[in-house]
């Protein structure tokens, strides 16, 4: 029983264009949301956030939208460098409770090219 | 910076042998976590623990156990090691304090049952 799903193994784009990552999930439990980069032989690293009282969170060039009615998460990177190449998660947590476990995504391989 | 580390990075052993994996957190956080990391999976949840003494099983907790004795220290054992635990393993921490703070994850064990 997956919850949180990414259907895209791996997505390609030109440096400078926008990178678009998807995330479904199924618990309607899921109350915040989190993207995590991970490149090889390290651990992922935290990138943004979002708690589901908002629809979009920004940083930097990092914005994450959440669409609450169709359970859908996206990450959107503009303009797209080639160091962002990486395996991207999406997570989700559910109750009030900080630091609480997190579901995981299969996980988008993004790879920016020059 | 949150420091996770985990003893070692490669591990080789054997079918049917105990193993110990290590993690040490320096954030003096109270949750912390095991999850294995395979492709086209995620990350999934093995173990975790919010205090001391005190774990609690995951998604997929068959054939492991786990061990706080200290806040700092959260060990993974894997009881007789099978070849279908060859696998990636991650260890992560968090705080429980403020409002959903994101686990922090250490580099990794490339662990190989031979």
């Known amino acids: 029983d997956q919850q949180v799903k990414q259907n895209s193994p791996s997505l390609s784009v030109q440096e400078g264009r926008i990178s678009i990552l998807n995330c479904d999930y199924t618990?309607?439990?899921?109350?915040?949301f989190l993207w995590y980069k991970k490149y090889p032989a390290e651990g992922p690293t935290f990138l943004i956030s979002?708690?589901?009282?908002?629809d979009k969170n920004e940083d930097g060039r990092f914005t994450v939208f959440l669409n609450k009615s169709a359970k859908h998460l996206s990450l959107h990177i503009v303009p797209s460098q080639p160091g962002d190449s990486a395996v991207y998660f999406c997570a989700a947590s559910a109750g009030a409770t900080s630091g609480s476990r997190l579901t995981f995504g299969e996980g988008t391989q993004l790879t920016v090219n020059p | 910076d949150v420091k996770v580390t985990q003893s070692s990075r490669y591990l080789v052993k054997r079918t049917g042998e105990k193993v110990f994996l290590e993690c040490v957190q320096d954030m003096d956080h109270e949750n912390m976590f095991w999850y294995r990391q395979d492709p086209g999976l995620g990350l999934r949840l093995i173990y975790f623990?919010?205090?001391?003494?005190?774990?609690e099983k995951g998604d997929i907790p068959e054939g492991y156990s786990v061990s706080r004795e200290k806040k700092e220290r959260f060990s993974l054992i894997l009881e007789s090691a099978s070849t279908n635990q060859t696998s990636m393993y991650l260890c992560?921490?968090?705080?429980?304090?403020?409002?959903?703070?994101?686990?922090?994850f250490g580099d990794g064990t490339r662990l190989s049952i031979l």
């Open positions: 618990n309607s439990m899921f109350d915040y």
């Open positions: 992560a921490s968090s705080s429980p304090q403020g409002w959903y703070q994101p686990q922090h």
């Open positions: 623990s919010y205090d001391v003494k005190m774990k």
């Open positions: 979002i708690s589901s009282i908002k």
